[in-house]
């Protein structure tokens, strides 16, 4: 495995909001303080599943400064700075720089795609503009190769400040392909959470992901054990957790609300249309039996 800095469990954190969309930086507070006392290794900020390309400028800005003031050096913190122009992207990313953080991430263009050299550019201006770390991402699934992962590489790798990559990818196989034809030189994370502990397999040096807010503590003990050879755990916890995250994926936005409230008392709202659209309300006792089922698998009860 790489030998990185860097690693282990970060979660993708949830920006709680209030019921009209603003941040609500009370719960925010909340949330980040419950993940340094669950003793996590690293925030991965406004990243969450899309959430953070629904606030403003000015928001984002103020939510990575809140997070930084409230890590406090407890913990390593990556700013995902994606944006609908690379322009902000770039604002964006040297605004959190000035705050602080560890290193930056961003996803490629949204809209406006045109294949993996428009990617790369994009990619080269952000990187260009900060001299800290450098986190883009791979999102697996289509043809971001290009038809030649080599290449693709090769060209990820003479982005200014590269660092690693954040592999948002279902395919063992292309995170394999990822860490081999880097030879070593990029810190990878796995960005599917229903396969944290079978990417550590493949060469990442750690997990970003959602659920890990919901149930960080859980997951970075599965995934040390699992490390450690404990095959047993590994396998009976992934094959459960893969359940639970299929079962709850169509109402995923009201399953977090409902959850965070009950397992940790963190009111995370419901996020900025569109994200959540359409999503049914959970029985209580549906979530609470979920979350007993994680704490019995993992043999954890919290405190």
Same mark, same amino acid.
């Given at each position: ?17 209030? !019921?009209?969309?603003?941040? #609500? ?8 303080? *419950?993940?340094?006392?669950?003793? *996590? ?9 899309? &959430?953070? =390309?629904? =606030?403003?400028?000015? !928001?984002?800005? #103020? ?10 050096? +407890? ?18 990313? &040297?605004?959190? &720089?000035? !705050?602080?953080? $560890? ?7 949204? $809209? ?6 428009? +990617? ?20 697996? @699934? ?9 290449? $693709? ?39 599917? #959470?229903?396969?944290?502990? !079978? ?12 659920? =890990? @807010? ?6 970075? =003990? ?19 957790? &893969? ?52 704490? +019995? ?7």
């Amino acid at each position: 495995m790489t030998h990185s800095p860097i690693g282990g469990l970060w979660p993708a954190l949830f920006t709680p909001v209030d !019921q009209n969309g603003n941040p #609500d930086f009370q719960q925010l507070e909340k949330i980040v303080e *419950l993940c340094i006392k669950q003793k *996590l290794d690293g925030l991965y900020v406004l990243g969450s599943t899309g &959430q953070g =390309f629904l =606030f403003s400028e000015k !928001q984002r800005m #103020d939510i990575t400064q809140t997070v930084m003031e409230t890590v406090n050096g +407890a913990m390593p913190v990556i700013a995902q700075v994606g944006a609908l122009n690379t322009r902000e992207s770039i604002r964006l990313a &040297q605004a959190a &720089q000035e !705050q602080g953080v $560890y290193g930056i991430s961003t996803v490629g263009p949204i $809209y406006y795609q045109s294949g993996v050299r428009n +990617a790369l550019e994009h990619y080269k201006a952000i990187g260009s503009s900060i001299d800290i770390p450098f986190f883009p991402y791979h999102i697996g @699934n289509h043809s971001v190769f290009g038809g030649d992962a080599r290449h $693709y590489i090769e060209q990820i790798l003479t982005l200014p400040n590269i660092a690693g990559m954040k592999l948002t990818t279902q395919n063992l196989y292309e995170v394999s392909l990822i860490h081999i034809l880097s030879q070593d030189k990029l810190v990878l994370f796995s960005g599917a #959470d229903e396969l944290f502990c !079978q990417a550590t397999l493949c060469g990442t040096v750690g997990a970003i992901g959602s659920f =890990f @807010n919901l149930w960080g503590e859980e997951c970075k =003990f599965v995934r040390e054990e699992f490390i450690k050879g404990n095959f047993e755990l590994g396998n009976r916890f992934m094959l459960t957790f &893969q359940e639970i995250i299929h079962d709850v994926l169509p109402n995923i936005w009201s399953f977090f609300h409902q959850a965070m409230l009950l397992k940790h008392d963190i009111n995370i709202g419901l996020p900025n249309p569109p994200l959540g659209m359409g999503n049914g309300e959970w029985n209580e006792k549906d979530v609470l039996e979920i979350c007993d089922r994680i704490s +019995a698998v993992t043999g954890l009860v919290s405190n």
